[in-house]
């Protein structure tokens, strides 16, 4: 009997060469996804802008911002969330604000960062049952790995890539071709699942399977925009049902 959602079945039985209508893997963003880090995030954040005698932005402009991983979250707070502004400060005065946000952040990684219903459930038994995971974020390595291992999933996952791995990032497909070549899967017959339109569309432009949940960070905007293949409200809806 299968653990996946008919749904998710349906969908591989139309792909082509990906035996018993399965996954050969699922792909997991962080932030926004499996876990609510804005209010950490945000934390320094503020702690930067202050330092630099401006005012302190909150986690509802924080969770706009994010997404795109550090190096960009501090550029937007520093350009009050213009993009063309922020990628056009200068490397050193962006260099000086990241020592503040990261010796916050890195102190404060799970003081107030929480896991999503219905994660902890669904990675559990996807570990049980051997499906093959790998998470696949933005966020740099040295924040990924202690957050990680303090949830206690630094051996549920079979491959992590990290914002600073290669020189991509989502929206960018490389972290997640990268991820599917080390877990030895196609990445059409695989799922992305994610919170952000980053998510969907590294994922599509991989080929894979594109799974959106509602509740993270996606610069505002509905997830549907992005044109998920499907909407779950939890990730426990990616299996059947006990």
């Not at 349906?10 to 792909?27: H, I, Q």
């Not at 707070?77 to 990241?98: H, T, W």
């Not at 994922?203 to 996606?218: D, F, R």
């Amino acid at each position: 009997m299968s653990i996946w959602n008919a749904h998710i079945e349906d969908y591989f039985s139309a792909v082509e060469g990906c035996e018993d209508n399965r996954p050969e893997a699922v792909l997991f963003d962080l932030d926004g996804t499996l876990i609510d880090s804005v209010p950490d995030l945000a934390r320094a954040v503020d702690a930067m802008l202050v330092s630099l005698n401006r005012p302190a932005a909150g986690e509802a402009l924080v969770a706009e911002w994010v997404g795109n991983g550090a190096d960009m979250l501090v550029r937007r707070a520093l350009a009050d969330g213009n993009d063309m502004k922020a990628a056009e400060l200068d490397a050193e005065q962006v260099a000086a604000a990241r020592v503040v946000f990261d010796d916050t952040y890195l102190n404060n990684l799970r003081t107030a960062t929480g896991v999503y219903p219905g994660v902890q459930k669904t990675l559990t038994r996807m570990a049980f049952m051997g499906v093959k995971m790998a998470m696949v974020t933005n966020k740099p390595r040295k924040f990924t790995e202690p957050l990680i291992d303090s949830l206690g999933w630094g051996t549920v996952f079979d491959f992590v890539v990290c914002g600073d791995d290669l020189e991509q990032k989502k929206p960018d497909p490389g972290q997640i071709l990268h991820a599917c070549q080390h877990l030895g899967a196609e990445p059409t017959h695989c799922i992305m699942v994610g919170d952000s339109r980053n998510d969907m569309f590294a994922g599509k432009a991989a080929g894979c399977m594109t799974v959106a949940v509602p509740y993270g960070y996606n610069h505002g905007e509905n997830i549907a925009t992005a044109q998920p293949n499907r909407i779950i409200q939890s990730l426990e809806e990616l299996l059947v049902a006990n």
